[in-house]
């Protein structure tokens, strides 16, 4: 007769694999699951006297604030724009940028190209936003000290909306490039050689092994990484569009995201329950994308979902 083996038995076979896997799970469990308690704040109109259990219940008036205010259709169009252009451009460029290290050059090129390109993930978006200004600056900017130079126009980039979607999308590439192309350039070299070897006997150059061999054979890493990345199209990366723009109202229509928007709210109104609303708006658009982009991908290849 076989034993069945119980819940108990699988935690002690598996008791090694848990061990190691229980700081990531505490971590998961301490800082992103606990503080979900916290969204009855959303739902209250919050005074210190009262904290969190204390104060009195709004229902859904914090909401109804964030509605009306006129901002909500703006900061989440701003938001799941932004987002769905780095997603798109962020991953051609990563990708091609690992296709291209893996076919040309040697081993040290290949590592010296992966360290320059991996330097911009390092630097502070702080020290991003003061060379953006020594660049851009009306009075005393590189680039209109080169145009005053040619005798050309000066650009007004801090009050003129229109620059700031491609300035934007510039500056995200080019901090996160190095990170994208190293990932994907190790799922490169998991590859199995022996597929790029009969390849190259039956005669295949270099661009249909990229497009026969590498690329099929990276659809499952593109896959997981664009299913996480849009898990979080719906949050914007505060750090980068708020040491950028800053508080420059001018520039809120084509810049200001659900991030930025919640902060100023809470800075300037105090109103943390309708901050938090804000915050829980943002949450569950993401639960439902994810949701949705996962049941997309389960119906076009059920092996390559989440879960």
Same mark, same amino acid.
């Given at each position: 007769?076989?034993?069945?083996?119980?819940?108990?038995?699988?935690?002690?076979?598996?008791?090694?694999?848990?061990?190691?896997? *229980?700081? *990531? *799970?505490?971590?998961?469990?301490?800082?992103?699951?606990?503080?979900?308690a916290g969204i009855i704040i959303a739902f209250k109109q919050y005074n210190y006297s009262g904290g969190v259990l204390g104060s009195p219940w709004v229902g859904f008036a914090n909401f109804k604030f964030f509605f009306l205010s006129g901002d909500a259709w703006l900061v989440t169009r701003n938001t799941a724009l932004y987002n769905l252009g780095f997603i798109v451009l962020s991953n051609v460029l990563q990708l091609a940028a690992a296709v291209l290290l893996f076919e040309v050059g040697g081993r040290w090129f290949r590592k010296i190209m992966q360290s320059a390109l991996f330097l911009p993930y390092f630097i502070s978006w702080v020290v991003v936003g003061s060379i953006a200004y020594s660049f851009f600056n009306y009075d005393v900017g590189t680039i209109n000290s080169v145009l005053a130079?040619?005798?050309?126009?000066?650009?007004?980039?801090y009050n003129t909306p229109a620059y700031w979607p491609y300035i934007l999308m510039f500056f995200h590439t080019w901090k996160f490039l190095g990170y994208g192309t190293v990932m994907y350039l190790a799922a490169i070299t998991g590859i199995d050689t022996e597929m790029y070897e009969a390849a190259e006997i039956d005669g295949a150059n270099v661009f249909q092994r990229i497009f026969k061999v590498t690329l099929p054979n990276l659809t499952p890493t593109v896959t997981i990484l664009v299913l996480l990345s849009i898990g979080n199209i719906f949050r914007g990366d505060f750090g980068m569009f708020y040491n950028l723009i800053g508080n420059n109202g001018l520039l809120f229509s084509s810049t200001d995201v659900i991030d930025t928007f919640v902060f100023r709210l809470l800075m300037n109104t105090n109103e943390i329950g309708m901050s938090a609303a804000a915050g829980v708006y943002q949450s569950v658009l993401g639960f439902v994308t994810i949701l949705l982009a996962n049941y997309a991908v389960r119906k076009f290849d059920q092996e390559r979902a989440l879960f």
């Open positions: 007769m076989i034993k069945r083996n119980t819940f108990w038995n699988d935690v002690g076979k598996n008791r090694t694999m848990l061990l190691m896997i *229980a700081p *990531a *799970a505490l971590l998961f469990l301490l800082f992103s699951y606990v503080p979900m130079s040619l005798n050309m126009e000066k650009l007004d980039i």
